[in-house]
T-cell receptor, first 112, second 116 residues
């Protein structure tokens, strides 16, 4: 079993739709949770960064963490064609090497 | 702020040659840098963690003699793929963590290596 599971998609939705992206994980010691956006042949770009459980909102993006269920989500409101990319969840331990463990990434396409 | 560059952005080499990839943090100091490898349509796999002035820590299964990492300054880390073979062809991405920041990593644009 992988430490972090993410549905690879692909996911295709019409412009303006609400998008929900999810990851589950097995290691309850993870404390920091991140969402990255990666365009084709580019490095990942940090979108959201949360610590422990709860919600965080930034513009059209909302990140949710439910540690009791070992489940994190990213919601994109009013999706735009420019949001088309691969979205990677990542998480790390509160201590130690601080290395990130990534999900497989979900390929998202927003259709005009 | 928090810009990380990589050079070259792509490289094609013959089997058996060595290739050096540079990773630079342009506007911040990075005590720690990370090297990842990404195969098509797959996620990033951590190869090694490099700390300025000390030896890199390699993940299980990564050959340290094949993937040489040097982190000689707070803004530069290099990855050298020695005696490259076609199976080393991949997308190599570095990230840098700000000094005194535990978890925010900023990624470079990646280097696409093709070994013929």
């Amino acid at each position: 079993q992988k430490e972090v599971e993410q549905d690879p998609g692909p996911l295709s939705v019409p412009e303006g739709a609400i998008v929900s992206l999810n990851c589950t994980y097995s290691n309850s010691a993870f404390q920091y949770f991140m969402w990255y956006r990666q365009y084709s042949r580019k490095g990942p770009e940090l979108l959201m960064y949360t610590y422990s459980s709860g919600n965080k909102e930034d513009g059209r993006f909302t990140a949710q963490v439910d540690k009791s269920s070992k489940y994190i989500s990213l919601f994109i409101r009013d999706s735009q064609p420019s949001d088309s990319a691969t979205y990677l969840c990542a998480m790390s331990l509160i201590q130690g090497a601080q290395k990130l463990v990534f999900g497989q990434g979900t390929r998202l396409t927003i259709n005009p | 702020g928090a810009v990380v560059s990589q050079h070259p952005s792509w490289v094609i080499c013959k089997s058996g040659t060595s290739v050096k990839i540079e990773c630079r943090s342009l506007d911040f100091q990075a005590t720690t840098m990370f090297w990842y490898r990404q195969f098509p349509k797959q996620s990033l796999m951590l190869m090694a963690t490099s700390n300025e002035g000390s030896k890199a820590t390699y993940e299980q299964g990564v050959e340290k003699d094949k993937f040489l990492i040097n982190h000689a300054s707070l803004t530069l880390s290099t990855l050298t793929v020695t005696s490259a073979h076609p199976e080393d062809s991949s997308f190599y991405i570095c990230s840098a963590r700000r000094t005194n920041s535990y978890n925010e990593q900023f990624f470079g644009p990646g280097t696409r290596l093709t070994v013929l």
